[in-house]
């Protein structure tokens, strides 16, 4: 007995009311028949996990006996929904019109204006049309007294339709079959919405239009949230019953949408329907399923819906007469009778304090002289009967709960669920079963039964203003994105402008005027595979400074190296000292590398804009990243190296090349790859090289062969020629950085900038009152809060919402689902716009390269190094994708470099010393 139920019914007979004689044996066991122990809805609620799982997947759910049908309602209020709205629900015997007024105070106290109108029995039963065209009649007389003011106002409208209806759109859905009694002609497969707003038309009175389709259900769930409060599940015990939840969007899988929740309609009256409950079906519930009129289907309904419970006792009591167990073997043809007990009188006789009253009142009005016993023995089967239907509604509930909890991975679920229904108001015993059964089967849960103030009508304008809401911030977001959103023509201009720069910027005259520099780098020419040796390299200017020492053979490369810190001081502090420094950590490396007294061709990756003179002269034009030493800019930096060599007594120096990057990633992939004639950059900054005809090239002496040239294109735009690419959001970042106006390209694509974009669209989206509800965030005031990487993070393919909230949670920004998914859209936006003008860039170099080698077609490879390039989820497959549409006639292929700084520069001090010693000595 332990396992029974706690508030199995013979627990609640009053003491004393009745005596344990043995003629009670009939009785108790019709009772018994009727008692569910825990184990059993334990059972039940594991099977309704399974039917609702296979209702959710695509793969099954034809089989599924319960529907899960997706409503398109992704969002539950906030509180701020404000404005009038039209609703019209559609009952079993009546339309209610409804004009509800929210306040945008919570939704705490709309105003409410409501009419009832008739609906006679045969309008259910004829043509569709007519169904429809009597609802518009009843909202046009209803809107007739309302008396909205301007005519022409144009009136939202929802359709709360308690049938099932598979749902494509919040405003479309096709009804997938009546019920209820009702069995109009022409509505079954046809979108209702359509009917509806057709039978308005007709009218050519009120300009109404019909914005969203839902389930009584919904409009329950919906009605009874709050601010601060939302209410994912709703459940309706009327006549019928059915529950509602916002389910993960992943897993509605019959629905398009993967990122929010959705709304899941569970059309639960019909579990069972494949023999899931035919362990706990009675004797009695088989005779009310033959008697109905759809036998076999709506099994779980039966159990708990008001249309059966008088249903089910009154077989119960007929069974009981005819064993003469009650009124004295009498009374058998009056229980015979379909409804003679009606469901309301089933929840009075329950009562404990006027339900033996009930009860007699009951009886006699039927004919019957009930004994003092006979009562008890009514009031008792009355008990078994609802206290079984609210314990399988309790199980059903635990279902969801559990779904839910499973579902968004937490380990307790808080949830707030809206309740409505004759049944679930008829008694308040009703709902204390359901809620302490629940908490018993979903221990892990903690629902708070929210009593649903007007169901229907009050959720369906929610409904709308949640809709109309989302609607308007769609458009005020798609505004606020559109500066950075680039089409074709955006794109193509800024390939032609960078394609002007360029060859201004190659030209003798004309260098002064392009923004991009085109430097000669004096590299002219890549691996052959044909190097050999060992060599130095330096690798300066990077977030690490390192030395390195690199085996080029026959069968690869190998090296070693050693990173060295920089402090703060050294790089802001003279140029010697730094220079000082730099030699000292390579004669540190020497010697740990046990190469001191060797003398090996070295390379020096130096990754600052420079004029080069020679392979191995290098004019400093400005410091960046930091760095700001005195006394070097204008100076040879090959030459304070060897003059600090000189200072330090350090004589095994041989310079020989002093490259950028970008060379050097394009060296390194170049080793591996030779048709890689291109290096590019996409990390802290962007730069991109290439190798250029010389005869192009009339910034350095020469007509011969090719050259690689340093464009420095991160520089692009600083003389004005991007200017209407830049958004607000653009100059905002730019005005802060310690180099304002210069580096404008640079600053739309790269990784030092790209966060702090985002982080200003965040502040203006804020302001709107469209993101974390308007409310200040003074995180989100902090500059460089929102790094690159979390762009990364963020955008990741199927990372869950979870995950992206718990990204900005860590950002001390407390986001909800819906801020979630605009904020990934901002960053989307943002890396999408950096991509593809990468792309833009990059068209305008292999199109150039192209034409001046007189190709149709160029087949040519691509270097890349940079973390933003390299760990980006989408960068890379939006770069090479625009860079398709850019320049149809060239086939680029990227290849990420493997550390090409510090590769790149052994490998051009190993091409200056192959091409030398095979010129021979000069
Ligand atoms: P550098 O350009 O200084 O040689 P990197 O190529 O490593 O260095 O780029 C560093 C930059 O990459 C950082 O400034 C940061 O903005 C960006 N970054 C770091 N991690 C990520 C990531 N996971 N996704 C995108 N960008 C990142
Ligand atoms: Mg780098």
Known sequence: MGHLLPCRPQENLQPGCCDEAPALTLVQRALLELTLSLETLQAVKGHMLEAMAKGLSRQMHAQATMRMLPTYICSTPDGTEKGDFLVVELRRRHVRTLWVTLLGDGNQSPQLRDRLFDMPEDVTQGKGEELFDFIAQCLCQFLDGVCPGDPQQRLPLGFVFPFSCRQTRLDQGELIAWSKGFRCSEVEGQDVVQLLQAAINKQERYRVDVIALMNNTVGTMMSCSMEEMPCEVGLVIDVGTNSCFMAEGRLVEMAEETSRRMCVNTEWGSFGDDGALSDILTPYDQCVDQESAKPGEKRFEKLIGGL????????????????????????????????????????????????????????????????????????????????????????????????????RELEQLKANVGVDGAVYRGHARFGEILQRV???????????????????????????????????????????????????????????????????????????????????????????????????????????????????????????????????????????????????????????????????????????????????????????????????????????????AQRKQHFGLDVVAVVNDTVGTMMSCGYDDPSCEIGLIVGTGTNACYMEEMQNVGTAEGEQGRMCINMEWGAFGDNGCLDDIFTDFDQLVDEKTINPGKQRFEKLISGMYLGEIVRHILLALVEKHILFRGKPSPKLQTRDIF???????????????????????????????????LVREVCQAVSLRAAQLCAAGLAAVVEKMRESRGLAQLAVTVGVDGTLYKMHPRFSQHLQRTLRDLAPNC???????????????????????????????P
């Open 438 to 644: 629940t908490k018993l089967l979903a221990p892990e849960c903690v629902a708070t039964l929210v009593p649903s103030a007007d169901g229907g009508g009050r959720g369906a304008a929610v409904v709308m203003a949640v809709a109309l809401r989302l609607a308007a911030q769609r458009r005020e977001v798609d505004q606020l994105l559109a500066p950075l959103r680039l089409g074709p023509t955006d794109l193509q201009r800024v390939q032609a402008l960078m394609r002007r720069e360029m060859e201004l910027g190659l030209g003798q005259e004309t260098n002064a005027q392009s923004s991009v520099r085109m430097l000669p780098t004096y590299v002219c020419g890549t691996p052959d595979g044909t190097e050999r040796g060992d060599f130095l390299a330096l690798d300066l200017g990077g977030t690490n400074f390192r030395v390195l020492v690199v085996h080029v053979a026959q069968d690869g490369i190998r090296m070693a190296s050693e990173i060295y810190a920089i402090p703060l001081a050294v790089m802001q502090g003279t140029g010697e000292a730094l220079f000082d420094h730099i030699i000292d950590c390579i004669m540190d490396f020497q010697q740990k590398q046990g190469l001191t007294g060797q003398v090996l061709p070295l390379g020096f990756t130096f990754s600052f804009p420079c004029q080069q003179l020679g392979l191995d002269k290098a004019v400093l034009l400005s410091w960046t990243k930091g760095f700001s030493a005195s006394g070097c800019v204008g100076k040879d930096v090959v030459q304070m190296l060897r003059e600090a």
């Open 787 to 821: 790094q690159t990487k979390f762009l990364s993070t963020i955008e990741i393919d199927g990372l869950a919402l979870r995950q992206v909230r718990g990204v900005l949670r860590d950002l001390e920004l407390d986001a909800s689902f819906e801020d979630s998914v």
């Open 308 to 407: 059966y419970l008088g249903e089910i006792v009154r077989h119960v009591l007929a069974k009981l007469a005819t064993e003469g167990e009650l009124f004295g073997g009498s009374g058998v043809p009056i229980l015979g009778t379909k409804d003679t007990l009606k469901t309301q009188q089933v929840l009075e006789i329950i009562d404990d304090e006027a339900g033996l009253a009930a009860a007699r009142g009951t009886l006699q009005a039927l004919g019957l002289a009930p004994s003092e016993q006979d009562c008890c023995h009514v009031q008792q089967v009355c008990r078994a009967v609802v206290t079984r239907a609210a314990g399988l509604c309790a199980a059903g509930l635990a279902a969801i709960l559990s779904h839910m909890c499973q579902s």
């Open 891 to 921: 086939t680029v292929t990227f290849l990420q470099s493997e550390d090409g700084s510090g590769k790149g520069a052994a490998l051009v001090a190993a091409v200056h010393c192959r091409v030398a010693q095979a010129q021979g000595p």
